[in-house]
């Protein structure tokens, strides 16, 4: 075994899987884009206060998934366990307000969160997610949602269904915890450790328990609760964040997104005010949340700006591929590269001619020294669509061989019409293609 490992809970993303990975990041690039939207890179780490204030004290990302840090200047530090808590405080930093009174942005990178490792759930991971800053309206949480559906299709995902609610306003919640913890109060010695500690703390979170004998007694298997009574957070909201809700609700019909109201969704973080997302694929298990979102209208203010609503959405890519994997989905192949093989004669002009063709071209070619045979063998191992063989006969009179390698043919070339050539075999797949269409 290696002497050193990878940290616990942390991953190497090594070639033959990071292609699946600059796909999704590539597809979402492309979705971005049509959206209009811009992206903003935050540091990966900041003052552990801003986390704590955004995502909330009493929360278990705070409280007990924290990579926390000094460094040698004394400075209080965190690594980032989520995106928008940066981006907001961005956003005051660079006073993006006068530049513009919406801001739509996207962001993706790595996260930290020390929790317990298992399938789906790392201390490293990654993170797709937007913003928009700057307007309360519902239509703004409808496009947010339409991006967040849009980028699932564009990885291949169908009939998703968003689960949505509202978490209303931090007075209207406050209620609803009241109303929820009745509710819990004849099962509360039977809940599981956890959530007999969040009961206390923030009895909103014991519906996102993941633990199986929460989930046995919310589910009225164990325990003797009426699942059918549970207090739902819909019926506490103040009168604008209901309407809020039919509004988003109503724009998200007329784009045509399926949606579907959870009302067990209360979302991990404390910032949250009003809409709330979250869409899940059950092959993953208990990790099972492809990613989530929603309002944030007063965070920018609780860090120190003037009062200036957002909404967004975060994605978690090691979970999309996961899901993409059990769905089977095939690894997508690289574009074919072109395989430069020289001969003993050869052998010195070859560099020059592997960086001129990868101004335009994928180009492999050998390092070593090795026979025409072993070469071949190694353009067929990086599954090479074109090789060009420097024979000693051809170079002296300016041409190069180039062997189609989907039909076995080969050609001369001449060396000043190299790229023309290739690009006649390469179109012959573009052709192929288009009549496939
Ligand atoms: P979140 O729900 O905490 O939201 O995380 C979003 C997604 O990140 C989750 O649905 C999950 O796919 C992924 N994720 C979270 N923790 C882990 C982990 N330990 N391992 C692997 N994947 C994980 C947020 O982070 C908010 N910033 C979303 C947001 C943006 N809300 C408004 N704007």
């Known amino acids: 075994m290696a002497r050193f490992q990878a940290p616990r809970g942390t991953r190497d993303l090594i070639p033959g899987e990071i292609e699946r990975w600059q796909w999704v990041e590539a597809m979402a690039r492309d979705v971005f884009d049509r959206y209009c ?70 962001y993706m990178g790595p996260m930290f969160r020390y929790g317990r490792p298992q399938k789906g759930r790392y201390r490293q991971f990654w993170q797709i997610g937007a913003e928009i800053i700057g307007t309360p309206a519902p239509r703004a949480d409808a496009e947010i949602i339409a991006l967040f559906v849009d980028l699932f299709e564009a990885w291949g995902f169908e009939d998703l269904v968003v689960m949505v609610n509202s978490v209303g306003s931090p007075e209207s919640r406050q209620a609803y915890a009241e109303r ?17 500690e969040r009961l206390t703390r923030n009895p909103l979170r014991v519906l996102d328990s993941k633990h199986p004998t929460d989930l046995a007694i919310l589910a009225g298997k164990q325990g003797g609760l009426d699942p059918s009574t549970m207090p739902h957070m819909l019926d506490e909201l103040d009168a604008e964040s209901r309407e809020h809700f039919e509004a988003v609700r109503s724009e998200l019909e007329s784009i045509e997104i399926n949606s579907e109201i959870d009302h067990g969704l209360v979302r991990g973080l404390d910032y949250y005010t009003r809409t709330a997302f979250e869409v899940h694929d059950r092959s993953l298990g208990a990790q099972s949340a492809l990613g989530g979102g929603g309002r944030y209208d007063r965070l920018i203010e609780e860090l120190g700006g003037p009062a200036t609503p957002g909404v967004g959405f975060s994605i978690g ?59 071949m063998k190694s353009a067929d191992k990086v599954e090479a669509r074109v090789v060009m063989i420097l024979g000693e006969d051809e170079w002296k009179q300016g041409q190069v061989v180039l062997r189609d390698m989907k039909t076995g043919s080969q050609t001369t070339a001449n060396l000043d019409e190299m790229v023309e050539s290739i690009d006649r075999i390469l179109g012959s797949d573009r052709e192929v293609e288009s009549e496939e269409e």
């Open 180 to 196: 929820l913890k009745a509710w819990l109060a004849p099962v509360a010695t039977l809940l599981s450790p956890e959530s007999q």
């Open 37 to 106: 939207y811009d992206e903003i890179r935050t540091p990966m780490f900041e003052d552990y206060e801003l986390f704590a204030r955004s995502s909330g004290e009493a929360s278990e990302v705070v409280q007990k998934e924290m990579y926390r840090f000094t460094d040698q200047g004394d400075r209080d530090l965190a690594l980032r366990p989520e995106g928008t808590a940066g981006v907001c405080r961005a956003y005051l930093e660079h006073g993006l307000a006068s530049r513009g009174r919406i801001h739509r942005l996207w």
């Open 317 to 375: 890519v090691d979970r999309v591929l996961l899901a993409m994997e059990s769905r089977g989905d095939t690894l997508v192949k690289k574009a074919g590269t072109i395989f430069v093989a020289s001969t003993e004669g050869t052998r010195p002009a070859a560099p020059a001619i592997v960086r001129a063709l990868r101004a335009v071209y994928a180009v492999d070619h050998d390092l070593e020294a090795r026979t025409l045979s072993a070469q």
